[in-house]
């Protein structure tokens, strides 16, 4: 990786600017951070830069994917004035937006949506963002990172059907639901993408990302599961009923089950308990 010290302002914005090149599968991709003036601010850069020189080639690896935009990884260090309460935000070709506050885990997922172009369906963007994430950081030797992002997935799982109902995935979408039906959701889908990872491995999951990359089209929930059913042979009905269409539970991790709607909170605490003795 070749990088610059850092020196250049940009006029236009007032950021200063740390920039790089990492080597991917095709091709160099360019790499950017816009920070502030402080010393903590560079060091901030300097950090985050870092990282994704080493995640970005892990991110390519585990999706089974090549870089599939037409312009690099530009990063803004962000104010709550620029993404409110949340953490930071992908603004595509505007960059990412990132609180300088925010986890390893929070910058990886957001730079891994440039892996997830292969569907508008919100489960399979933001599952597969955070399946990426939760590999990709094992890899780095960030067992505690990775482990953050699956026990606040199984959290917010469970702190939800504590009081409601369960609901199926497909058409899902955070941007328009109630922050907790949003939350669930991110959860849900973390937890049947990693369900897959488990059962049958990353480069099935890679193998199914090719099949839509060729097609060219953006993949529905019915056209996600169809890739599978190709890539693997095996019929899907069973293990997407209950995660993404209607229909009850018939296939579960190893180590939870779903319980839907209940309010004890014994039975709560022990199930969080036995979901967090595996991590």
Known sequence: MDKNDGSVIEAETGYKRMSGEVRLRDRKVGVEVN???????????????????????LLEKVSGLPYPRDYGVRIYEATAEDVGRNDGEN?????????????????????AHCFTD????????????????????QRMNKPRDAGGVKGSAFAEYYKYLKFEE???????????????????????AFIFMHMLYKKYGIGVIGGVNRNLHKR????????Y??????????????LFSGWIFPGEYKVMPDDVKPVGKYAGSDLNRKILQKVFEKF
């Open 35 to 57: 920070y502030f003036h402080g010393l903590r601010d560079r060091g901030w850069a300097e950090h985050v830069l870092s990282l994704l020189c080493d995640a970005l080639p």
């Open 118 to 137: 292969i569907s508008d369906e919100s489960w399979i963007m933001e599952g597969s963002a955070d399946i990426y994430t939760y590999i990709v950081l």
């Open 166 to 188: 369960d609901f199926p995935l497909d058409g899902w979408d955070p941007m328009t639901a109630e922050v907790k039906r949003a939350y669930y959701g991110y959860g849900k």
């Open 216 to 223: 060219g089209v953006k993949a529905s929930s019915g056209g």
């Open 225 to 238: 599961k169809l890739a599978l059913e190709e890539v693997t042979g095996k019929n899907m009905d069973d």
């Open 91 to 111: 603004r595509e070709r505007e960059g990412i937006w990132i609180k300088p506050q925010a986890f390893d885990s929070y910058i990886v997922h957001e730079t």
